[in-house]
């Protein structure tokens, strides 16, 4: 199993950056996958959830309304779609596949002027 995150980066308050999670090594399209986050010295938190079709999700709700979770089964990649980033969405952001407890090296979000 492995679990590669891409996209993250600086930007400025306000900003908009989409995460990409590539799969590799089983069926992605029949897990449940996560985003979680990270800041130093804290717990990660989980981010968004979304089943295994796509049909359903749920983001954490200081994120409601702002990120959104997606994925593509036939691309075996996960999105996140984040706007109107504020200073503490600031973190480390992880894909994360449930069973088995499989985690990707994470990638970094800043959002700062």
């Known amino acids: 199993v492995q679990l590669v995150e891409s996209g993250g980066g600086l930007v400025q308050p306000g900003g908009s950056l989409r995460l990409s999670c590539a799969a590799s090594?089983?069926?992605?399209?029949?897990?449940?996958m996560s985003w979680y986050r990270q800041v130093p010295g804290k717990e990660r938190r989980l981010v968004a959830s979304?089943?295994?079709?796509?049909?359903?999700?749920d983001v954490a709700d200081s994120m409601k309304g702002r990120f959104t979770i997606s994925r593509d089964n036939a691309k075996n990649t996960m999105y996140l779609q984040m706007n109107n980033l504020k200073p503490e969405d600031t973190a480390v952001y992880y894909c994360?596949?449930?069973?088995?407890?499989?985690w990707g090296q994470g990638t970094q979000v800043t959002v700062s002027s």
């Open positions: 994360y596949r449930l069973l088995g407890d499989y």
């Open positions: 090594g089983f069926t992605f399209s029949r897990y449940v």
């Open positions: 979304i089943t295994s079709s796509g049909n359903r999700s």
